[in-house]
């Protein structure tokens, strides 16, 4: 069996421990974040960014490991401190974006999709860049589960925040594409919250009332990896289509417009980053490693990264189609007409979907 990362504690057995637990740690999480709250807006050369769990931060690794922002503050002739905070959850990360707390909030389209119609007019929340393309899977461990149809009220799906997370608006747009868009929240009563590490363990060991995980890599192959009943059931790129950006980055209009140095040295360090990882992928396996502390494989991390299905790439690519589907599910109040909507126009980001 492959190890967890991070280190996990013992799987969740109770659906309304585990939400407490969730609920404990994000109001810790934010708390902490949010002693910034009463401060004065910073000036250029300070930059604070809120992440996740999985590799589908590791451009965001790599930039820290490398100090690639610094490195890109110090062309455009300033000094840029980076703060890292790490969340669970798109409803962690936007209370935290929103609060103050934070200048780039790290989680999946969904999320954004939800802070941008928000802040449409106020704060004017839109994305910043994508963190790559990366195929996320549902994975059980119940073997009567071939498809999402055969979920029953026995069953719990355990995903990193319920209604607002990329893998709930994911599992609401496969449902609705079986059901019909009536239909889209079927299965939303088996859903539940739990950071992917503690889900990951539970489906490895089994036992639990969780028996589906809608996760992102590493935690969806160590799955496949550490129990011989786990199967994926649903792959995000087959319910969108084809490859797609389900994890991105995103800022308040304010920051970007009160920090254009601090901001261009960002992006421009991401695609640092992006070249940095296509380029050197055992360098940039190191460079998580480093960063998250982590006992990971190196196997299994290596062929994750080395996956022809995972793109490394800052422009977002194929999200128009989620976020129109959540707007005539009534998710959203304003309508996207295309993915300039939502995300800043920048030139780094040019030619996205």
Do not use: C
Request: no cysteine; charged share 20%.
């Amino acid at each position: 069996m492959h190890p967890i990362e991070p280190a996990a504690p013992r799987p969740f057995k109770h659906a309304r421990f585990a939400r407490r637990f969730v609920t404990a740690f994000v109001t810790l999480a934010v708390s902490v974040a949010g002693f910034g709250v009463a401060a004065p807006a910073h000036a250029e050369g300070q930059i604070r960014i809120a992440e996740q769990f999985g590799i589908v931060y590791l451009l965001l690794n790599v930039a820290r490991d490398q100090q690639l922002i610094e490195k890109e503050g110090h062309k455009a002739g300033i000094d840029i401190k980076v703060d890292w905070l790490q969340l669970s959850g798109g409803s962690a990360v936007n209370d935290a974006l929103l609060s103050g707390s934070v200048d780039i909030a790290g989680a999946g389209v969904g999320p954004l999709l939800t802070i941008w119609d928000r802040t449409r007019g106020r704060q004017n929340v839109k994305g910043v860049a994508s963190l790559g393309n990366f195929p996320y899977y549902l994975i059980s461990n119940n073997p009567n589960v071939k498809t999402i149809a055969d979920f029953t009220e026995k069953d719990r799906i355990a995903l990193p925040a319920v209604s607002v997370s990329v893998q709930s608006r994911l599992l609401q747009y496969a449902a609705a594409q079986r059901w019909g868009e009536k239909d889209f929240n079927r299965l939303d009563k088996l859903t539940q919250a739990v950071p992917h590490p503690d889900a990951t363990a539970a489906i490895i060991a089994g036992g639990t009332e969780i028996t589906g995980h809608f996760g992102n890599p590493p935690f969806q192959e160590q799955e496949l990896a550490g129990n011989p009943k786990a199967h994926i059931v649903l792959n995000s790129y087959d319910v969108l289509g084809g490859p797609s950006s389900a994890t991105v980055l995103y800022a308040t209009e304010k920051f970007r417009n009160d920090n254009p140095k601090t901001y261009r040295a960002f992006v421009d360090a991401l695609a640092d980053a992006a070249r940095y990882v296509s380029a050197n992928p055992e360098a940039a396996a190191d460079a998580y490693i480093r960063v998250n502390h982590s006992k990971i494989d190196r196997v299994l991390l290596l062929s994750v990264i080395r996956n022809p299905q995972v793109q490394f790439r800052i422009a977002p690519q194929n999200t128009l189609a989620l976020a129109q589907f959540m707007y005539r599910i009534g998710a959203t109040r304003n309508e996207p007409k295309s993915w300039k909507d939502y995300f800043f126009d920048d030139p780094a980001t040019a030619g996205g979907s």
